[in-house]
């Protein structure tokens, strides 16, 4: 892993830093959007034999890349892997989503978790990291991430996807402690999870707090925003992680920007529903901003996508600190030849901004 990196844009970005233009990468950029990666899936025999295979998990990671001119790679993976490793037996059911044969539900359950072996249960993940990172060559800088412990426990506990992850939220208001027991053995997994991935060669670190913003106010602070803030913490204190970037994702959350730009985070994830403007200001300069077309543009015309991407970098300005991304995944149905027209576009009109 001794190739100088080619195209530093992305990291430069992250630390607020001057950029020739503005850089782009795309949450799910390797997806099912792209023919080559369901192919690459159907020779894995499902999404596990794809995510669990070093060399499959490189080959979607890299196809984007070949298509587009992206300024990152992020490692394909799930943000599932550590309870998967905890063996609460994760599946994907067709048109269903994750599943979990064992769900966490009592102070049993619980207690009989643990941080797991990140050279055992979730070697894989760190082979596939290494791999990558051979592969790339420099191209561009590698991500690495995970979920957040709220969202990670949301899925836990309710054993499948949901709209309101209400079991867990039971939990919280009945069995506050038992809760807490859970998110604190998480964080300490999440951590010690992206640590691995940095010693492993990821350039840049990311936390998908996809559920964070089904919770209020104070719960959110108390169950999501604490733990983040102890894995933030703790990547610092590691020789491995503590001069990566750190961006956190909390979807649906962008109340709490302000709070969460102090957690020590490099930059943070914001949704389609918030103006950049605003948020820019939310944080005053603490943190990089990455973000935020909606998805559904994606679905609509060429001159459309071109619009709206421009809005969005209008939104925040010409000001260092931008990575362009969509406020959430891109989506199955989208036209590859979509996504080259808002590579390019963000490229070109970042150049005309910094003009």
Known sequence: MTDALKNDRF???LRREATDTTPIWVMRQAGRYLPEYRATRERAGSFMGLAQNPEYACE????????????AAILFSDILTIPDAMGLGLSFAQGEGPQFAHPVRSAADIAKLAVPDMDGELRYVMDAVRLIRRELHG????IGFSGSPWTLACYMVEGHGSKDFATLKTMCWNQPKLAHQLLDTLARAVATYLI????????????FDTWGGLLGPAPFREFSLRYMTRIVAALKADPASRDLPVTLFSKG???HLAEMADTGCTALGVDWTMDLTDARHAV?????LQGNLDPAVMRASPEVIRREARAVMDSYGNHPGHVFN???????????????????????YGRTLRS
Not at 284 to 288: C, M, N, S, Y
């Open 253 to 255: 959350a962008g109340q």
């Open 11 to 13: 990291l430069r970005a």
């Open 139 to 142: 191209r561009v800088p590698l």
């Open 326 to 348: 969509l406020g959430h995944g891109i989506t199955p149905e989208v036209d590859p030849a979509h996504m080259k027209v808002l590579v390019d576009e963000v490229h070109a």
């Open 60 to 71: 979607v990671t890299l196809q984007p890349l070949e298509r587009f001119e992206l300024d």
């Open 196 to 207: 691995a991935q940095a010693a492993a060669g990821a350039q840049a670190l990311m936390i």
């Open 284 to 288: 005053a300069g603490k943190v990089a």
